[in-house]
C-alpha cells in the first residue's frame, strides 16, 4: 500500500500533506503543547501570534516531509536531483579528492530524510549515513529501503567507531544528524543553546579528533514546497587547531542556532529536547 501511494505524484501527495496537517494540527494536537513551549522558550521576545505563526508553519513542514519520505520509495534519481541543490559543494569535494573521509554535522531541519540519498545521487563518492535503528520491525525495514534505494550506505550508531577504523582511509562522505538529545547517563557536553542550557552528543568531535577527519556544518533550507538547498560551512579543516578556538560540538551547536533563527518554521519541535538538567544548575537549586 505505501509503495502504491509513492507512485503518486508530490502534487497529488500534497493534498495528503494538507489533510495530515489539519488533522494534526487542529484535530488531533499531536505534541501541540511540546512544540508551543519549545518555540517560546527559543524565542522569549516574540509575541504569542508569532509564536503560533511559526507552529503552523511547522506542522505544515512537518506533514510534508511524512509524504516526501514516502515518495523516497519510488522517487529516482533524476528527480531527486532536481529537488535538491548543493550550492558549494565545491568544498565537501576539496577534501574528498585528497583521499579523506568527510563527516558533516546536519540536523532534523527541512527534509533530513532526502539529504542522504541527494549526496548519494550528486557526490559522485560514496556517501554513508549513521542511523539510530528504530524498535519497530516494520519501520526499520521501511526507513532501511527508503534510506538506502538511491545508493546511500547505513551505519548503526553502536558500530560507528568500527566502521571508521575499518575504512579510514576511504574518499567518502559520512554524515551524522547532531542534534538528538543523548541519554542522561550518556551526556558529556552542555552549552546554551536557544537560550536553554542544553546537551549534545560529542560523537562526531571524537571520531573526527581520533581520525583527523575534516567537519562540515549543513544547513538544509526549503526554499518551496519539494525543493531545498543544502550549504556547507567549515567548522574543522581535520588539522590539529590552536586551542583558543572553539569546539566542534560547540561551533556545531552555534551554527545550528543561526540556521534555527533564520527559517524556525524548518526545524522539528515535536520533541522534549529540553528534558535534561544541567547538574551545576540542579546544584544551585537544591
Known amino acids: 500500500m505505501l509503495k502504491g501511494l509513492s507512485l503518486l505524484p508530490l502534487s497529488v501527495l500534497y493534498l495528503l500533506a494538507d489533510f495530515l496537517y489539519f488533522v494534526v494540527y487542529y484535530v488531533v494536537g499531536y505534541r501541540k503543547e511540546v512544540v508551543l513551549s519549545n518555540l517560546q522558550r527559543a524565542f522569549p521576545e516574540k509575541s504569542l501570534e508569532e509564536i503560533h ?7 505544515r513542514q512537518f506533514a510534508d516531509v511524512i509524504v516526501e519520505t514516502l515518495k523516497l520509495l519510488s522517487m529516482d534519481a533524476a528527480e531527486m536531483e532536481r529537488r535538491i541543490v548543493f550550492t ?3 568544498l ?3 577534501f574528498v579528492k585528497q583521499g579523506k573521509t568527510v563527516i ?9 530524510e532526502w539529504v542522504l540519498s541527494a549526496g548519494a545521487v550528486q557526490f559522485g563518492f560514496p556517501a554513508y549515513g549513521v542511523y539510530k535503528p528504530l524498535n519497530n520491525a516494520f519501520f526499520e525495514t521501511f526507513m532501511l529501503r ?20 575499518a575504512n579510514r582511509n576511504m ?6 544528524l547532531s542534534d538528538q538529545t543523548p541519554l542522561k547517563s550518556e551526556i558529556t557536553f552542555w552549552t546554551t543553546f536557544l537560550h536553554q542550557d542544553t546537551p549534545f552528543y560529542e560523537g562526531a568531535e571524537k571520531l573526527a579528533n581520533k581520525f ?6 549543513l544547513d538544509t533550507h526549503r526554499t ?13 579543516n581535520g588539522k590539529p587547531d590552536a586551542s583558543t578556538e572553539a569546539s566542534i560540538t560547540e561551533t556545531f551547536a552555534r551554527k545550528l542556532e543561526a540556521a534555527i533563527r533564520r527559517h524556525p518554521a524548518d526545524y522539528l519541535w515535536t520533541h522534549k529536547r529540553w528534558k535534561h538538567t544541567r547538574p551545576e544548575a540542579a546544584e544551585l537549586e537544591s
Open 53 to 59: 505563526q511559526i507552529a503552523k508553519g511547522f506542522y
Open 88 to 90: 558549494n559543494q565545491d
Open 92 to 94: 565537501l569535494d576539496d
Open 104 to 112: 558533516t554535522m546536519g540536523s532534523h531541519a527541512a527534509n533530513w
Open 146 to 165: 527508503t534510506r538506502s534505494k538511491l545508493g546511500a550506505k547505513l551505519i548503526k550508531m553502536k558500530d560507528t567507531l568500527r566502521d571508521f577504523a
Open 171 to 176: 574518499p567518502r562522505v559520512v554524515a551524522m
Open 212 to 217: 583527523g577527519y575534516p567537519v562540515l556544518f
Open 224 to 236: 518551496s514546497r519539494g525543493h531545498y538547498t543544502l550549504t556547507f560551512e567549515l567548522i574543522s
